[in-house]
Nanobody, 114 residues
């Protein structure tokens, strides 16, 4: 049984910063890829950033230069540092981890508003 638990969401003003964290627990020793996705109200879920077990990262164009993904393989955690937040970043953010199949967290709300 694998469980992903996100934390760190909240309300922030435009231009502000937030840090999301995701802790994985269960029977998986190490996930091949971990990442973050988001889903805004009325829109499809989209990927935001991913990081491999070797530390290779990739970002959606909409967040490149503003968001930074990192992971701690020993603790099976992945984080997303979000800077220069915009109202269009408002969404539920989901943690994802892949090891043979994908696993999802329950999501954490990020609201960027003045």
């Amino acid at each position: 049984q694998v469980q992903l638990v996100e934390s760190g969401g909240g309300l922030v003003q435009p231009g502000g910063s937030l840090r999301l964290s995701c802790a994985a627990s269960g029977s998986i020793f190490m996930f091949n890829v971990m990442g973050w996705y988001r889903q805004a109200l009325g829109k499809q879920r989209e990927w935001v950033a991913i990081i491999t077990s070797a530390g290779v990262t990739n970002y959606a164009d909409s967040v490149k230069g503003r968001f930074t993904i990192s992971r701690d393989n020993a603790r099976n955690t992945v984080s997303l540092e979000m800077n220069s937040l915009k109202p269009e970043d408002t969404a539920v953010y989901y943690c994802n981890a892949v090891s043979g199949r994908g696993y999802w967290g329950q999501g954490t709300q990020v609201t960027v508003s003045s």
